[in-house]
């Protein structure tokens, strides 16, 4: 009898968990940040709205997520998804672009919101993935490392490399203004 009240007691609590429509309304309402995180992680607009609408189909499948936790999933899955379509590993390789974005994080980060589109585009991927995962979205050097499949001594060299590499842009930004 008792199981009987306990079972039906938890049937008239509201759902805790994130519904289909609720992602795709979070999608909707985020649409710009979400694929601009999808176009910084893969550097490349077509990947990157490939990217992006895998993440749309990931997270609309019944997945069981908290509602609290919807736009931290909608972003891990994102990353997940360019990490799988890119594969990136500590390497060299060089990519170009230009333009300056403003970036739209909901987390607070310690780049005064200004980032030099250029010159984060121009980072290898690997570099490129470590920043955009450690200092735009704050992930842990332990997670970016599980996630990435290296160690952690990795992912601190590449976030230092890059953080420099947009240090020195910057530099050279302010004289040519001065």
């Known amino acids: 009898m008792r199981e009987q009240a306990r079972y039906q007691d938890r049937r008239n609590e509201p759902n805790p968990y994130a519904t289909r429509e609720e992602f795709i309304k979070l999608f909707h309402e985020d649409m710009n940040g979400l694929y601009q995180l999808s176009f910084l992680l893969t550097g490349d607009h077509e990947k990157a709205e490939k990217c992006f609408v895998a993440g749309i189909e990931d997270c609309v499948k019944e997945n069981r997520v908290f509602r609290e936790w919807a736009r931290s999933w909608a972003k891990r899955v994102i990353v997940e998804n360019a990490i799988r379509a890119l594969k990136p590993r500590p390497s060299l390789a060089r990519s170009s672009a230009s333009a300056t974005v403003l970036w739209h994080s909901q987390q607070s980060?310690?780049?005064?919101?200004?980032?030099?589109?250029?010159?984060?585009?121009?980072?290898?991927?690997?570099?490129?993935?470590?920043?955009?995962?450690?200092?735009?979205?704050?992930?842990s050097h332990h997670e970016c490392a599980l996630l990435l499949g290296c160690s952690v001594a990795e992912i601190r060299q590449a976030r230092l490399h890059a953080l420099e590499e947009l240090a020195i842009a910057e530099t050279a930004?302010?004289?040519?203004v001065a």
């Not at 589109?117 to 290898?124: F, K």
């Not at 470590?130 to 979205?137: C, T």
């Not at 930004?173 to 040519?176: G, K």
């Open 109 to 139: 980060n310690g780049s005064g919101g200004h980032i030099d589109l250029e010159t984060v585009l121009m980072l290898g991927d690997f570099e490129r993935f470590v920043f955009v995962m450690s200092v735009l979205e704050n992930y």
């Open 173 to 176: 930004q302010r004289q040519v």
